[in-house]
Every structure is written in C-alpha cells, then in structure tokens.
C-alpha cells in the first residue's frame, strides 16, 4: 500500500502500483510539443464545426448526440487540457463538466434525460475521475455516489445490454476508484453484479475460439475495440476475485491476440473485427487508443514490465501512425502494410471502402471523439507510486514530476532524454532536504546490456524488470539509464521480417502524394498515393540485421515521414510480380524470395512517421 495515493482498500488484493493523480506529471520535451500539435488539431478544432460536439449535444443540454461522443471526447479533453494547463482547453472542459455536474436528477440518472444505457455513462465516470483529480471538485464524489446508488436498484430489472455487457470493466474501474476513497462496501456489490452482467474476457482468452479472420457472423466479443478494452478485463476480474486465473488472464489475453490476429506495431487486426494477421488487415484506431488505456490499467494493477514494453511500442508506433503529422486529420483504419489511402473496396472483414482515408470521419464518427485520449493518458501515467511510499516508471519519455514519497517528504523528478529516438534516460531528484524511498525503474525487455548510473556508479541492470534503488537521495542527485538498442528482425506474416530498434518499429519510407477529396476546412479527408515504388524484399542476415543507424535529431514535428528522428538503411531489391492486389499491396510472398533486380539503397523510418509503409517485408536469399 501507499501512504498518499489511493490504491485497492481491503478485501480486494492489493495492487503493484497506484496511480498518480491527473496533473503530478506534466509532459516535457517532444512529448509536450506533440501534445500541443493535438491540441490544436481535431482536438481543439472539432467542436468549433463537427455537429456531433456542437452547442447542441445531449451533454450540453441539446437535443443532438446522446450518446457516446460527447464523453469520448472529454475523455481525451479533460487530461489534456490539464497537462498543458491551457486556459482555453479548460474553459471547454467546464462547460461540458458544469453541465453535467447539474444535470442530476433526484433519482441519481444524470447526463442526457434520454439516456438509458449504461455504456457511455461508464465512458462520464471516467472523465468525471480525472476531473476530480485534477481539480479537487467535491461534487464528482457526491454525483458518483448518487448515480452508483440509482445504478444498484436499476440492475435487478435494468439490465446492462449490448456494449455495455463487453465493454463492463470500463464502469466497473469508476467503481472501484470511488471504493477506493469512500470504503462503501455496498460499491464492491455493485461492481460484482456488473461483472456478473458482463461478458466473461477472462474466459473468453483461456479458451479462445477466433483464430482466423471473421468472414460471416460478427459477435460483439469478436470486434476489436471491444477486445482492446476487454484485455484489461481480467485484470478488473481480479481486483474483485483474487483469482489465480484472472492474474493471469491479461497475460493469456495479449498471447492469443498477437498469435492469432497480432501486427508488427503491437496491436492486433480488426476492421471491424478479428482479421487475422495479414499485413493488409486494419486496426481501428479507437482499439489503439483503448489498448493502451487497457495497458495503463494493467501495469497499475499487476506491475508487469512486459506491459510497459507494449504500451510504449503502441504508443510510439500505432498510435502516430494513424494521424497526419498535424493530428487534422486521422484514420479509421490503418495497416501494417498501406501502400494506398483511396475510397475504394478492400478484404476489410466488415468496414466501408473509406476506412483508411485520413480526415474527419471516414468510416464512422466513434474514433473521431475517441482518439483524444491516447497521448495525454499515456503522459500522465509514465509514473506511478509504490508501496514503501516511493515511485515507479513505468514508461519513458521527457516529463516533470511532483509527488508525495516516504515521510512525507515532496520530490520534484525530472526527466530529460529524447528517447524512443535515443538510448539514454537523464532523471534529476530535487528534493527539499535528504530523503530515503525506493525508486523503480523498468527496464525493457530488449534493452540488453542496460545500464543504470546513479551519482557515477555505473550498476548493471537486468532486461524485462523493474530495477529497484532504495537509498537516502539528495537534492540534485542524477541517474541515467542507458538503453542500448540493438537493431532486430522479427518473423511475420509468411516469414517476412520487420525490423525493430529499442522500442521503435521501422518501415519503407514511401514518397507519398496527399489528394484532398471530400469535406471542408479545417479538416477534409485526403486520399494519399505513393510516388515512389514499394515492392522490395529486404536483403538482411535476420540473425544479425546489420544495417546503418543514422540520427537526424528530435524536431518540432516527429511524425511525418519528413521530419523522422532516426533512420535505418538498408540494402533491398524491387520483387516485380509482388503488385497490388484488391487495392492494398498484394499478398506478401513468402519467404526467402529471389530477384534480379539491381541492389538498391532503402530507407527505413519509423512506423509512425510513415503514412505510406511496407512494415513486414519479404526476405531476400542471401
């Protein structure tokens, strides 16, 4: 447990980690430039044009949009806008918040009066708790109590139905967090009748029966954000059960995933469900989004390192890889391998033909409100607290830090490193007057030969854990992590490979040709083309893939395919009966593969600077 900050009250097991409080990490660097690129793209715009967040939204009193959008979206409004401590933004958040704080009525139902399903109001409870870390505001306790009261003598006869019986663990967390702070034993009845009502993801892992693309017959428990949002599940299942089975449970969830449906990012297919583990399947960026929602949740709970892995390779990789630099404009649908953004058909399981046009809505309007949350979540939990009152990190990146450790004492942390594009990690303590706690430190599970330097002591430290130091620290002492990254071959799909560095994951830069072709300013939908060819096989030892690492340095601007941090280059040959095919690249051929074409140069950037990318390529015989 934790002396300052709340974590699982008895009789729930006890957690790892706590969560910080919205707010005690503040993003620094690269981190918060691309937090204000969000900020002034479809974040800050959308509201101002796009209907469904207008002045007349059922979460602002309107008639309009009822539903899910409106809290989707302050979902992702409300951390930002209070990471960047912008005036505007919050002054936005209180309109939205007011209302709804108001909008109660005397039975405890609040938001929209027409609103009779428990999905989105699980989707308000989580802006609500973030709102009251950040803020302080009393009248979230009392609303959520209220509301959990109505809720407990609706759910006898008021059944959860359709999303929300798969998506259950998202109100079961807001009930848990107010347990947490209250101690009501009556709220640990209502979250188990919840997860009575809810889908059973733990079981639905254990014994998983989707190994191959759907193709008819498309079951809530097959869609993909649904999935990103039920691998925490097991992990909620526990905090309620103590079982054994549910412990492990999110580890099994992330193994049939990738085994069956998993993509070279991190994520896994689904457009709109399952969709195997071809390169030209899509993933809903909604499902990104909520994967690493569904990875913050985990760590917090079970403090796997391996989950601070994949929530930075998602972060770093999927998550950019779907938005243009400017985050205007974004996908519904992106691809391991997109060689071509167009309005046409494609082997989606079951989406529309514009599902991977970059704009404002292509396909549907859910991950327009949705997106939002994905960077500002991820920066404010890059630290977590501990037991022993000291701190972990849990994922890297450049922040400041204030927070309460062991005696009471306040340790301002601050990290300074342009990682994932550099291998070394400066922290600085500052520090009132001497102190001793522990800090944890995750080391990636591919940083072989780590090493972590405290006050000149250069210490080993062990890949795929979390390095503790628990020791009297000074005002000004410094630790810097070093993370060697090695480049990497990954087998895929048909034996192609995927190169990888640190926590990086690198594609064929494709000269790209953007063509606007609906919609209106400031954020119509392009079709992108490519303007260069894509269709080689690497030439690489995948034993030993020794290729020329070339630093360009961390701009304004990281994810385009112009402004990437570091390149790889690479020696590859064009595979000519390797063409397009139902409008995406072709089948990838299989594995070793032979060709006559001359030797080329190729450059390689990251996958989330490539809009355009051939991520899993074949490999050439030697």
């Known amino acids: ?151 407990k003598g609706e759910l006898g ?8 019986i798969v998506r259950w663990a998202d109100m079961a967390l807001s009930i848990i967090w107010l347990y947490n702070r209250t101690g009501d034993a009556g709220l640990l009845d209502l979250a188990n009748m919840v997860r009575g009502q809810g889908h059973d993801w733990s079981w639905h892992f254990w014994d998983f029966a989707h190994t191959e693309k759907q193709t008819k017959n498309f079951p809530m428990r097959t869609h993909v954000v649904n999935n990103a949002m039920g691998v925490k599940a097991p992990g909620v299942q526990y905090l309620l059960t103590g079982w054994e089975e549910h412990r492990q449970g999110a580890e099994r969830a992330m193994w049939v995933l990738d085994k069956y449906h ?11 469900h399952y969709a195997g583990k071809d390169p030209i399947q899509g993933t809903e960026v909604c499902a990104v989004v909520e994967y690493m929602f569904s990875l913050e949740n985990l760590i917090q709970i079970l403090g796997d390192p391996a989950m601070g892995d994949r929530l930075e390779k998602i972060a770093f990789n999927a998550l950019p890889g779907t938005f243009s630099a400017d985050m205007k404009a974004h996908q519904y649908d992106q691809q391991a391998n997109q060689v071509l953004c167009t309005i046409e058909p494609r082997p989606w399981t079951n989406n529309n033909m514009d599902s991977n046009v970059f704009g404002l809505e292509p396909q549907y309007g859910c991950c327009t409100a949705n997106f939002h949350q994905g960077w500002p979540k991820f920066a404010a939990n890059l630290w977590m607290a501990t037991a022993g009152d000291g701190l972990a990190a849990v994922a890297y990146a450049p922040c400041e830090l204030a927070a309460m450790v062991r005696d009471g004492r306040r340790v301002g942390v601050k990290v300074e490193t342009d990682y994932p594009f550099d291998e070394t990690i400066r922290i600085t303590l500052h520090l009132p007057q001497e102190s001793a706690f522990p800090l944890k430190l995750r080391i990636p599970g591919w940083a072989e030969g780590a090493t972590v330097t405290v006050c000149g002591e250069i210490l080993s430290a062990l890949p795929g854990t979390f390095h503790t130091l628990d020791r009297v620290w000074k005002d000004g002492e410094t630790i810097e992590l070093h993370f060697p990254m090695k480049v990497r071959a990954e087998r ?131």
Not at 81 to 110: P, T
Not at 556 to 579: C, H, M, Q, S, T
Request: proline content about 10%; hydrophobic content about 35%.
């Open 492 to 622: 895929r799909y048909r034996d192609s490979i995927t190169l990888t560095r640190g926590p990086l994951v690198y594609s064929l830069k494709i000269g790209e040709r953007w063509e606007r072709v609906r919609g209106e300013d400031p954020c119509p939908d392009y079709a992108v083309y490519p303007t260069t060819p894509w269709n080689y096989g690497l030439l690489v030892d995948p034993d030993d893939p020794r290729v020329e690492v070339v630093k360009k340095g961390v701009g304004d601007v990281i994810y385009g395919p112009d402004f990437a941090p570091v390149e790889l280059r690479v020696k590859g040959r064009r595979i000519p009966e390797w063409g397009m095919q139902d409008n995406c690249s072709g089948p990838v051929p299989e594995s070793p593969v032979t060709s006559s074409e001359p030797l080329e140069d190729l450059t390689l950037i990251p996958y989330g600077c490539a809009k355009l990318r051939i991520t899993e390529f074949p490999l050439l015989e030697g």
């Open 157 to 164: 006869h008021n059944h959860m139905h359709s999303w929300a």
């Open 262 to 272: 998993g993509t070279a990012a991190g994520i896994f297919t689904g457009d709109e």
């Open 1 to 151: 447990m934790n002396t300052y900050y709340p974590g699982p009250r008895k009789p729930l097991p006890p957690s790892e980690f706590a969560f910080l409080p919205l707010g005690a990490v503040k993003p620094a660097g690269w981190l918060r430039r691309q937090l204000r690129i969000q900020a002034e793209g479809q974040t800050g715009l959308l509201p101002e044009f796009w209907e469904s967040l207008g002045p007349n939204s059922g979460w602002l009193g309107g008639t309009g949009e009822s539903w899910e959008r409106g809290p989707y979206y302050l979902d992702g409004l409300v951390p930002l806008a209070y990471l960047l401590d912008d005036e505007k933004l919050k002054a936005r958040v209180s309109q939205w918040l007011e209302w709804m704080l108001g909008s109660q009525d005397a039975f405890g139902h609040f938001g929209p009066k027409s609103l009779n399903d428990w999905w989105p109001f699980a989707v308000a409870l989580k802006v609500l708790t973030q709102y009251h870390e950040a803020t302080g505001d009393e009248r979230v306790i009392t609303l959520m109590k209220r509301f959990f009261d109505y809720m």
